[in-house]
């Protein structure tokens, strides 16, 4: 079965850090681009970070550049997000995602596997 | 940049049809067919429904079918069933600094 389990999801407080994983199972994971959205409470889905299938290519959302840093080790099928400097506006669930493959960027392509999700919660 | 537009919520009854627009711009929906909508149930992870505009992924039920004219991508559902109540959000590429929008989601009710 084709899964991703996220962990590392805390309450921190303002201006501090936390490192999420995204652990893959079921299908080749270093053949794929990965990417993280977070959803705040009651709110939309907000694209975060991306990362081609072998590390060496990454991208981040504006809000969060310079913040985060998305990384992956295909060694161990894990996905990571660490994050610096964190904000009341960073509290979210954070999803990790799998991008759908295609020939191009993979900033193009729809998401079409995704983890339950872990909790990050900014606040004093 | 504004998250692509989308109707806040949106109704039908079992067995008929909706649909669901999601307006971006030239430097995204308009300009590429790199439009996505996704299914979420209350209290679950997001589902592709639709990807590159009108492709359903394997599984997807095709009572589901995308398209897109302009800067207007649209999800419609058909046979509405009761499961199918749930937010759908649009995502799509943008060649702006943004590289990827998602739209504000609309809640469907099947009543």
């Known amino acids: 079965e084709v899964q991703l389990l996220e962990s590392g999801g805390d309450l921190v407080q303002p201006g501090g850090s936390l490192r999420l994983s995204c652990v893959a199972s079921g299908f080749t994971f270093s053949s794929y681009a990965m990417s993280w959205v977070r959803q705040a409470p009651g709110k939309g889905l907000e694209w975060v970070s991306a990362i081609g299938s072998s590390g060496e290519s990454t991208d981040h959302a504006d809000p969060v550049k310079g913040r985060f840093t998305i990384s992956r080790d295909n060694s161990k099928n894990t996905l990571y997000l660490r994050m610096n400097s964190l904000k009341a506006d960073d509290t979210a669930v954070y999803y990790c995602a799998r991008v759908h493959p295609g020939r191009g960027w993979y900033i193009y392509y729809g998401l079409d596997v995704w983890g339950q999700g872990t909790t990050v919660t900014v606040s004093s | 940049q504004s998250a692509l537009t989308q109707p806040a919520s949106v109704s039908g009854s079992p067995g008929q049809s909706i649909t669901i627009s999601c307006t971006g711009t030239?430097?995204?929906?308009?300009?590429?067919?790199?439009v996505s909508w996704y299914q979420q149930h209350p209290g679950k992870a997001p589902k592709l429904m639709i990807f590159d505009v009108s492709n359903r992924p394997s599984g997807v039920s095709n009572r589901f079918s995308g398209s897109k004219s302009g800067n207007t991508a649209s999800l419609t559902i058909s046979g509405l069933q009761t499961e199918d109540e749930a937010d759908y959000y649009c995502?799509?590429?943008?060649?702006?600094?943004?590289?990827?929008?998602f739209g504000g989601g609309t809640k469907l009710t099947v009543l």
């Open positions: 995502s799509s590429y943008t060649s702006t600094p943004t590289l990827k929008l």
């Open positions: 030239s430097s995204d929906v308009g300009g590429y067919d790199y």
